[in-house]
């Protein structure tokens, strides 16, 4: 059971960046996943999730810029990140709705300025 997510890296402020977070070992056609983020210092706050039914919540702070997919086929999850700033700058987490396993790695995501 494992959630690995790639994609992150450095990139200049108003940038795109594209995670994305590719599942086994769940039945993902029927799993709410979604993104959490992690700046230094701060708690763990919620990016986006998505629904089995492709309902999307974006939070306040990214919502217009942050899209969330999903690929059932693929069994993944993806982020597109676009006008990034530097307040984007966390650990990028993906996140399961499964009880089986519910946090990836964490991908970094720089935004310089």
């Known amino acids: 059971v494992q959630l690995q997510a790639c994609g992150g890296g450095l990139v200049q402020a108003g940038g795109s960046l594209r995670l994305a977070c590719t599942a086994s070992g769940i039945i993902f056609r029927f799993t709410a996943m979604g993104w959490y983020r992690q700046a230094p210092g701060k708690q763990r706050e919620l990016v986006a999730t998505?629904?089995?039914?492709?309902?999307?919540n974006i939070a306040d702070s990214v919502k217009g810029r942050f899209t969330i997919s999903r690929d059932n086929e693929k069994k993944t999850v993806y982020l597109q990140m676009n006008s990034l700033r530097p307040a984007d700058t966390a650990v990028y987490y993906c996140?399961?709705?499964?009880?089986?396993?519910?946090w990836g790695q964490g991908t970094l995501v720089t935004v310089s300025s």
């Open positions: 996140w399961s709705g499964s009880s089986l396993i519910s």
């Open positions: 998505i629904t089995p039914n492709a309902d999307t």
